[in-house]
C-alpha cells in the first residue's frame, strides 16, 4: 500500500494525452499502488524545489519518482543550475526517509540524451536512474504528441521502464 509520487513537470503530468494516459497513471496500473500524479506544465527545477516540501507533506509517499528539468533546457537556464536543484530535491526527499527515483530529461539537441548530472547524482545518492526512455520516445515520431511531450503509447513504454526499474532496485 505505498504511495507513490510522480513528481514533474508535463511529462510527469501527461501533456500529449488523456490523464488515464498519463505515465504516472499508467504505472500505477502495472505497479498495483497508488501513483500520484504531480505534474506541472511548464515548470522549471526551481519552483518544483519550492513546490516539492509541500507535496512530500501532503501525500506523504514512500517512493518519489523524480522527472525535472526539460523546461530548463529549453529556456537556456543552464544545467548546472538544474543539477543544484535535483541534487537539493533527492537530499529533501532522502532526508524524509523516502526513496527516490531518477528520471533524466533530455538537453536540447541532436543527440536529445540527459546530461551527465542525472547519472552523477544518481551514483552520488545510490538510487536507481532511468536515462534512456524519454530520449527514445523523443526520436520516434510514433510515440509523440508533439515535439517534446508523448503520446499515450510513448507514457507506455515509460511508465514500463520505470516499473521495470522500481522493480530491478528492490522498490517493489
Known amino acids: 500500500?505505498?504511495?507513490?509520487?510522480?513528481?514533474?513537470?508535463?511529462?510527469?503530468?501527461?501533456?500529449?494525452?488523456?490523464?488515464a494516459e498519463s505515465y504516472p497513471s499508467q504505472l500505477q496500473q502495472l505497479i498495483g499502488?497508488?501513483?500520484?500524479?504531480?505534474?506541472?506544465?511548464?515548470?522549471v527545477s526551481a519552483h518544483a524545489l519550492a513546490r516539492l516540501p509541500a507535496a512530500l507533506e501532503e501525500h506523504q509517499p514512500q517512493i518519489l519518482l523524480l522527472c525535472i528539468g526539460g523546461?530548463?533546457?529549453?529556456?537556456?537556464?543552464?544545467?548546472?543550475?538544474?543539477?543544484?536543484?535535483?541534487?537539493?530535491?533527492?537530499?529533501?526527499?532522502?532526508?524524509?526517509?523516502?526513496?527516490?527515483?531518477?528520471?533524466?530529461t533530455p538537453e536540447k539537441?541532436?543527440?536529445?540524451?540527459p546530461p551527465g548530472f542525472y547519472a552523477d547524482l544518481a551514483k552520488q545518492f545510490r538510487v536507481p536512474y532511468e536515462g534512456s526512455v524519454i530520449g527514445?520516445?523523443?526520436?520516434?515520431?510514433?510515440?509523440?504528441?508533439?515535439t517534446?511531450?508523448?503520446?499515450?503509447?510513448?507514457?507506455?513504454?515509460?511508465?514500463?521502464?520505470?516499473?521495470?526499474l522500481m522493480k530491478q532496485s528492490g522498490a517493489l
Do not use: C, W
Open 148 to 164: 517534446i511531450h508523448p503520446n499515450a503509447r510513448g507514457y507506455r513504454l515509460m511508465a514500463e521502464r520505470v516499473a521495470a
Open 1 to 19: 500500500d505505498a504511495v507513490v509520487l510522480a513528481f514533474g513537470d508535463s511529462l510527469t503530468h501527461g501533456t500529449g494525452a488523456s490523464e
Open 71 to 104: 523546461n530548463d533546457f529549453l529556456r537556456n537556464l543552464g544545467s548546472a543550475q538544474v543539477a543544484a536543484n535535483v541534487q537539493t530535491m533527492v537530499a529533501v526527499a532522502r532526508q524524509r526517509g523516502i526513496d527516490v527515483v531518477l528520471i533524466g
Open 33 to 43: 499502488r497508488t501513483v500520484v500524479r504531480a505534474g506541472v506544465p511548464g515548470e
Open 109 to 113: 539537441g541532436i543527440t536529445v540524451t
Open 136 to 146: 527514445e520516445i523523443l526520436r520516434n515520431s510514433e510515440l509523440k504528441s508533439d
